[in-house]
């Protein structure tokens, strides 16, 4: 497998960046970050972009900040910096934890986060963690600066909202009130090179009587997009983790995604084991919690 021939351009400005896509981008231009899915991409034949923006030389887009309750992440900060990250082991563990699930250290070291979101893959390990920590992607071109929710970001399985003259800039998100309650579970192959198979994140919240106020789950690899869990959301708001209630989830989980049968698994399969995943979260959520007895934790075989 050859690279097909093409130009780069290395802009060592926002500004130069975007005035570069702005002129080439009807050609098919494309931004470069780490280069693990395009290049590979081009290498297959699947993209053969004639212009390359490479983005790694423009300042600021690798930061990792808090500020005013808000986390700011540059599109260029990468897995490892993620997992590095002192901001995000206090503030947002579960991006930490879903950069850890990513590939090789080669890959950690070299893929970002912004490359993984414009990629638009279902099977993204940051993507659903994205969407319960509720994250802003800023979108910038020649023409300003736009801002979506990440749940708006998707068209379809690899497609992207992003327009051929726009920079992913940042990716900013609140602090959630209870970072720690978080889990983010994955079925595949691994420790082997291959993607998910399907992954289940959730980011809860709970009053001192062990009550949820806010909870949000998001399911990966079980559509074409990632996809916000809204019924389970929905019915765990008032309720404590028990038994009886992490069943109903599991069930009602079930019930709201649209997985597919595939070489690598049945349609069945991914609807049981996301069940199975969204209970062990909750369970370890609710174990971590423990005050009473009507919580208890689950076995690792449910
Ligand atoms: C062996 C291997 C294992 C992998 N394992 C995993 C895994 O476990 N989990 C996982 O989620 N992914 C995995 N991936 C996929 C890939 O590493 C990630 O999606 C990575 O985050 C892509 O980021 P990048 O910086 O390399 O993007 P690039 O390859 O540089 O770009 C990807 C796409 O995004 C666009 N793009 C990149 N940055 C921007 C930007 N700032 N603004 C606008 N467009 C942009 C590019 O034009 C291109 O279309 C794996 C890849 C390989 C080769």
Redesign the pocket.
Known sequence: MFLPDFQAFAPTSLDEALALLNKHGAEGA???????????RMKEGALRPRILIL?DRIPRLGIIEATGGRIRIG??ATYDQLMHSDILHTSAPILIEAAG????PQ?RN???????I??A?P????IPALYVLEAEVILQSVSGERRLPIASCFKGSKESM?CSN????YIEFPIPKQPENFFYLTSGQRRA?S??KLSVAGQISFAVEETVTDARIAYGAVAPTVLRGVSVEAFLIGKKLTPDILEISSELAQGEILPIADIRSTAEWRRHVTGVLLKRGLASIAAKNKKSESIIELDNKQ
Not at 32 to 40: E, K, P, S, Y
Not at 123 to 126: F, K, L, P, R, W
Not at 166 to 169: Q, W
């Open positions: 494309m931004p470069l970050a780490g280069g693990t899915d395009l290049i590979v983005l599109a260029l699930n990513v590939g090789s890959i070299r893929g970002t986060i912004g490359g993984n414009a990629n893959s099977c993204a390990d940051t992003l726009e920079v992913l800039t090179l993607i998910n």
